[in-house]
């Protein structure tokens, strides 16, 4: 055999082993269901949701944000309260969880260019200063999604300029947008690894077997309850999930009401929350804060971008659940610190509503999150309060 | 530029269309193995390009002064140059914060506030493993061994080949000049055989970068983990650093032979080793013969009655080059002493009957003690330092019934193990009866097409191959 036909015989078999890696890749990720909508599905519905937004007619409020902000602003209420007292508007729910400011930010481009494409500006942004979102735990955790979320968040262009300056990693990302459906092998790596692996769970403390059996047997009534009151959930329309799910109390039975308090009652037990608050610290070092530089810089970045196209941009953290979350003095000095560095880069005030009267302990439905119904009942009051007169 | 990674699918394949079609003569494609070698080096850190073949540069002409030099003292000082030269370049750039932290802490132990600057220096990839082949070189020349070879580029080809640049094995300069001289034409049944060991080697990488999970739960344990977990830990590292670091040495041969070339086997199923000789003659081969051929018997090797001492020393300098920290030097330390224990037993009337014999018990004592040793040994290697080290291995050996498992602790000690086996299993199978699937085409293929796949899969560099440290 001569050397070029081995050659050949050799870029075939390279190309032919890729092929077959790449139609492996594919098929395991669609029978894993692993597809962009199965990773990031609220974050991409939303971005697909920005054409229409752009062209609604009313004055537009966006709140972005973590799930924070997701569980604890009611756009439906917000626009229902403000038409109350005159104000026409159309609000957004751009709260989503398991991001950090990194991938923010690229979203935050996202929405930006949409609207600055549109010739449209944003009446109110509203944007969360989330602190544990913004350590290095956080940052440490979100790595093995790093480089999947950020193809399904940068343009091509974004993915150059990081090949710029690290070819490798350049290559890696097109490699992962067009070649592996966004899925990075960290991801696989990571969800074998798990699977294989998985870390110890850290229920410390435990709850009563009645407890336990009491809280499935009402979130089964709840889901069943929720079939029943809005027969048509299933079609899209009626519910767009970058709008915090749409439904409001006044809409629910007072039998469902009454079942909501009773389900608060056994997942709010003092061991479900001790073992929550260990949980956030282990994922979010969120009573000690130490925060990462870098996700410091790309929050700034996001203001930045929503100052482009808001006629009134406002920044805040959201109230904290000061009866289990304690953070330490070094903490609250290192929060302080950044806020500062916010505030300096960006020429706006934060506002703290981490202590606001309105929101009491019993607001929340864990040790992070307000409660439905009642947490982003009382959240969302307070907002229109407080930036209404933003609205003229 | 690693070999599992997307951009070296791309370097390999441009590489090859222009290896395999457009320079076809001897002198470019020495040109060519040379640009690509720099750009592979190169696309880690161009900065070091000049570090690297600068030094190939110093010692070919070192060589060539070696050999013309009219008397034996003369060709003695144009070796301690090179010698100088290469082991300047590791003690500047791997080991002079080192000794910086280490003059510093000692000094504050006798009671001096010293608190002395470090360098704080990038440590190029693969410096260790070049400047040993480049040593090689000058060694053999002074030792008349080999000639100097003429032919600048094809040296510095040789010295840089993108391979086995960067984590090894290391080549001996009278094994790769020859072939770099004169550059085989491939035989299909090599290039078949290269594919085999680039697709065993991604598996053995995957498998690392798995197991690196419950070794780091070991390792880097915040809080108390039960002994079970410690021990799969342990074992889990064992996997991972031979899994990393032999899969790393497969694709290098593997490519190497697609190319033409011809590189020695690295690791020869080490974990089936019956003694820590036997282990040494398994585990990363090229490094444990450089050491034994250039520095244990520069020592003296056995004689004078020297053996012990040189020994010892061997493998403590050898357990420094895998790192600047204690930890390597502690390892280094262990295995020099369980060779010599082994050394002194093997003397001794008592066990005479026990060494000679080839029963099965007698096999799985030998096995189980050494594996068991070096498991130890890892201990030192993975550990964050030495207290941490110590702390493990007594940890190792209490059964602490205060700490529970966790849930799976029994399940992940099993996969744990079998994957360990199972990779040995891989490997003696590649070693002896590679021949007979490399005959059966469609299923030789098959089995390249779905390991590659499935690897590739889920692969990827999510860990950094280990070596590329040293």
Redesign the interface.
């Known amino acids: 055999?001569t050397?070029?036909k081995?050659?050949?015989?050799?870029?075939l078999?390279?190309g032919?082993?890729?092929l077959?890696?790449?139609?492996?890749?594919q098929l395991?990720l669609n029978a894993m269901g692993a597809n962009s909508q199965g990773v990031l599905g609220r974050v991409t519905e939303a971005r697909a949701a920005l054409p229409a937004i752009v062209k609604e007619p009313k004055d537009l409020v966006m709140f972005f944000g973590s799930s924070m902000t997701r569980a604890g602003f009611s756009p439906r209420q917000f626009d229902r309260d403000a038409a109350a007292v005159g104000k026409s508007v159309t609000s957004y729910n751009y709260g989503f969880g398991g991001l950090n400011p990194y991938f923010q930010d690229f979203l935050s481009r996202r929405i930006s260019e949409e609207f600055i494409a549109s010739d449209r500006k944003l009446k109110l942004t509203m944007i969360e200063f989330n602190p544990f979102q913004t350590t290095k735990t956080r940052w440490q955790r979100a790595q093995?999604v790093l480089d999947s979320f950020l193809t399904l968040l940068a343009t091509d262009h974004e993915l150059l300029e990081i090949g710029k300056n690290d070819?490798?990693r350049g290559?890696?990302l097109f490699?992962i947008k067009y070649?592996r459906g966004n899925i990075?092998?960290?991801m696989?790596?990571?969800f074998?690894?798990r699977g294989?692996?998985?870390p110890?769970?850290h229920q410390t403390y435990k709850d009563d077997q009645q407890t336990i059996d009491e809280r499935r047997r009402l979130g089964q009534l709840l889901s069943a309850k929720f079939d029943e009151e809005y027969p048509n959930h299933k079609n899209a329309a009626w519910s767009s999930p970058w709008q915090g799910g749409g439904t409001i109390p006044e809409e629910r039975s007072a039998e469902t009401l009454a079942i909501f308090n009773d389900y608060y009652a056994v997942t709010q037990t003092d061991n479900a929350m001790k073992n929550d608050r260990l949980s956030r610290i282990r994922s979010a070092d969120i009573e000690e804060l130490n925060f990462e530089p870098l996700l410091v810089e790309h929050f700034i970045n996001i203001i930045k971008n929503f100052q482009k196209i808001s006629q009134h941009v406002e920044v805040m953290m959201l109230p904290k659940n000061s009866r289990w979350i304690h953070t330490t003095p070094a903490a609250e000095a290192r929060l302080a610190k950044v806020v500062k560095q916010i505030e300096l880069a960006t020429g706006l005030k934060m506002k703290n509503h981490q202590n606001i009267d309105e929101i009491t302990s019993d607001m929340y439905r864990d040790t992070t999150h307000l409660s439905r119904y009642r947490g982003d009942v009382a959240y969302t009051n307070y907002l229109l309060k407080a930036y209404a007169p933003l609205l003229e | 530029?690693i070999f599992n990674?997307?951009?070296f699918?791309?370097f390999?394949?441009i590489f090859?269309?222009f290896?395999?079609?457009v320079f076809?003569k001897q002198k470019p494609k020495v040109y060519l193995i040379l640009v690509g070698s720099l750009i592979f080096y190169g696309?880690w850190n161009y900065s070091f390009i000049p570090l690297l073949v600068g030094s190939g540069i110093a010692d070919y002409f070192i060589a060539q002064a070696i050999y013309n030099a009219s008397c034996q003292v003369k060709k003695k000082q144009w070796l301690s140059l090179s010698i100088i030269l290469n082991l300047g370049l590791l003690a500047i750039f791997k080991y002079a914060d080192f000794a910086i932290n280490s003059v510093s802490a000692l000094l504050t132990t006798i009671g001096y506030n010293a608190s002395l600057e470090t360098l704080g220096w990038v440590l190029p990839v693969g410096i260790s493993f070049y400047t040993f082949q480049s040593l090689s070189y000058t060694i053999d020349v002074y030792r008349g061994d080999m000639k100097p070879r003429k032919g600048l580029v094809e040296f510095i080809a040789a010295l840089s080949f993108f391979p086995q640049l960067v984590a090894g094995p290391i080549l001996r300069a009278s094994h790769i000049l020859p072939q770099m001289h004169a550059i085989a034409?491939?035989?299909?049944q090599a290039?078949k055989h290269g594919?085999l060991l680039i697709t065993v080697g991604l598996i053995k990488k995957?498998g690392a970068?798995?197991l690196a999970?419950?070794a780091q739960?070991a390792f880097e344990a915040k809080e108390a983990i039960s002994t079970l977990e410690l021990w799969t830990g342990v074992l889990a590292f064992a996997g991972q650093i031979y899994g990393d670091f032999s899969g790393y040495t497969d694709m290098a041969i593997g490519i190497a032979l697609?190319l033409g070339f011809s590189i020695p086997l690295n690791f020869r199923v080490p974990y089936f080793a019956k003694s820590p000789v036997d282990f040494w003659r398994r585990w990363h081969i090229s490094l444990s013969s450089w050491l034994r051929d250039y520095l244990y018997i520069s020592l003296g090797g056995n004689r004078h009655n020297q053996r012990t001492r040189n020994v010892f020393l061997t493998m403590l300098l050898g357990g420094l080059w895998h790192g600047a920290a204690w930890t390597f030097v502690a390892w280094g330390a262990f295995h020099g002493a369980i060779i010599t224990a082994t050394h002194y037993l093997a003397n001794l009337k008592i066990f005479a009957r026990f060494n000679q014999s080839n029963t099965l018990l007698v096999g799985f004592i030998k096995w189980a003690i050494t594996f068991y040793l070096v498991l130890i040994g890892w201990v030192f290697f993975a550990a964050n330092d030495l207290t941490s080290a110590l702390s493990i291995i007594v940890n190792l050996h209490v059964l602490n019934s205060s700490i529970a498992s966790?849930?799976?602790a029994v399940t992940?000690f099993v996969?744990t193990s079998v994957w360990v086996l199972l990779v040995h299993v891989m490997d003696f199978y590649v070693i002896k009866g590679a021949d007979k699937l490399e005959s059966k085409p469609w299923l030789f293929?098959l089995l390249?097409?779905?390991g590659?796949?499935?690897?590739?899969?889920?692969?990827?560099?999510?860990n950094e191959f280990i070596y590329f440290q040293f």
């Open positions: 055999m050397s070029r081995i050659y050949r015989k050799t870029l078999a390279i032919l082993c890729m077959c890696a790449l139609g492996i890749i395991i093995p070819l490798t290559i890696r490699n070649l990075s092998a960290e696989i790596t990571s074998f690894g294989m692996f998985p110890q769970a | 530029m990674t997307p951009i699918f791309w390999f394949t090859i269309l290896y395999g079609f076809l696309a034409l491939p035989k299909w290039v594919f995957t970068d798995l999970i419950p739960k697609i966790g849930s799976n992940i996969i293929w390249m097409m779905l590659q796949g499935i690897c590739l899969f889920i692969g990827e560099p999510s």
